[in-house]
């Protein structure tokens, strides 16, 4: 049976990232198109003959660490040969580690080779090279394909090396995040250079790469995504998530609007809590995010109202974490999700949102609009009078409400797994 093998960068993180949920479902979908799975981290360290020590370093979460004088010469001296090549050695699994799933490792097999993706970062701002990798192992199975699940200045040689953009916010939306415009150019274009093949998950998405990045029109795929909610939360009755949503935040069901997603300048929750408080609706407004990069601005408004203590503001709930099992119940008992987001390479949380049968209101532009069709309220995410048009709307008119929630889950079957898997069988295919 063949094998893929992706990179571990994201998937030891026990609340995740897009990215890190992106790599999840590759090793939950490869399995049913006769793919075997294996992983490749870079722990901080590895400690030959440990394997439990060195599977619970790979699964825990990655620690800050200090370096004296001496540690940073010799990391110098990693970091400039790591353009020669690095090694990834097996890691046997004992079944006595548990991972954030709550299982045992989520792979059929898993590879490491030390400090591998900070090193190659390293090596490659210094040296403008990129770190070979190869796997070494007589007992273990090679790997046929290896998946980057985001740009990284690595490549397996002999063998296809896939490389999945997400996006080019940084490029596309400058004003939004906190990157090197010049290194984050850089590193994907020399990708697109070396990729025997670039994944993507949106049309918009696909456009700006073959555009900006000069990138050849069959040697992009667009795979989309699919949702994967666990069915014990997604099949509960709506009596029983209501229940839940009433005693643990006072909540009515269908009653509330809902936000959430990292706080951030490119999720617009700045103009977005403008225009509710704009709107004059009375109907609450919970907000599920933790702060991130720029995120001051995004929240100064509301912060002040709330210390003036306008009344709208207490309509107005913020939470910055829930688990996925509380998030699926807001998600399913809200009357709508309000998303209206500058910029999204997919836009998950819309996908997510019509899945389980809560009316959208979203971006008329990019891969947002590409995603809703005609199943949501499409605003314009700069004009803070549009969201709060749309908002009132949904207040006003049940019939529009009902109407979105059937649209939506029409809209959804264009992205499920079985689709998902006929896609990523494609791009695996070469």
Not at 48 to 61: D, M, T
Not at 72 to 77: F, L, S, V
Request: charged content about 20%; aromatic content about 8%.
């Amino acid at each position: 049976m063949r094998s893929v093998c992706i990179d571990g960068f994201n998937l030891a993180l026990e609340k995740g990232t897009g990215i890190a949920t992106y790599g999840r479902s590759i090793l939950s979908i490869a399995p049913q198109i006769g793919l075997e799975t294996q992983a490749l981290f870079g722990p901080e360290t590895v400690t030959p003959g440990k394997s439990f020590l060195n599977e619970a370093v790979i699964a825990g979460a990655a620690r800050e660490q200090r370096l004296r004088p001496s540690q940073r010469a010799t990391r110098n001296i990693q970091t400039f040969l790591s353009q020669f090549g690095r090694t990834a050695r097996p890691i046997q699994t004992t079944g006595d580690v548990i991972w954030p799933s709550g299982q045992g490792a989520p792979v059929n097999a898993l590879w490491a080779a030390q400090d591998l993706f900070s090193r190659a970062r390293r090596c490659y701002r210094l040296h403008d090279r990129f770190t070979p990798v190869s796997f070494d192992d007589d007992h273990t199975p090679l790997p046929d394909l290896m998946h980057w699940t985001m740009p990284q200045p690595l490549f397996a040689p002999g063998r296809p090396n896939i490389y999945t953009i997400h996006d080019l916010i940084p490029l596309r939306l400058p004003h939004t995040t906190l990157h090197d415009r010049q290194a984050f150019l850089k590193l994907h274009e020399a990708v697109a250079r070396r990729a025997d093949r670039i994944l993507v998950v949106s049309e918009a998405t696909q456009r700006d790469v073959m555009r900006i990045l000069k990138v050849d029109e069959d040697r992009v795929i667009n795979t989309y995504q699919a949702v994967f909610l666990p069915l014990e939360l997604t099949q509960r009755t709506d009596a029983a998530t209501a229940d839940e949503i009433d005693r643990i935040f006072g909540l009515e069901w269908k009653s509330y609007y809902l936000h959430f997603g990292a706080i951030e300048p490119k999720k617009n929750l700045g103009r977005l809590s403008e225009a509710y408080l704009s709107s004059g609706s009375t109907t609450p407004f919970v907000q599920v995010g933790a702060p991130g990069w720029l995120h001051q601005a995004e929240t100064a408004l509301l912060e002040q109202v709330e210390r003036d203590g306008r009344p709208a503001a207490g309509q107005i709930r913020r939470y910055e974490y829930t688990s996925l099992s509380l998030l699926i119940s807001l998600i399913r008992g809200a009357r709508a999700v309000l998303f209206p987001s500058l910029y999204e390479g997919f836009g998950l949380p819309v996908l997510e949102a019509m899945t389980l049968s809560t009316a959208v209101l979203t971006s008329n532009v990019g891969a947002l609009a590409e995603i809703a069709g005609d199943a949501a309220l499409l605003v314009d995410p700069y004009d803070v009078q549009s969201i709060a048009q749309g908002i009132r709307a949904l207040d006003s008119d049940h019939d529009l409400v009902a109407d979105l929630q059937a649209r939506g889950l029409a809209q959804a079957e264009l992205f499920t797994l079985d689709r998902y898997k006929s896609r990523l069988s494609q791009a695996y295919t070469i």
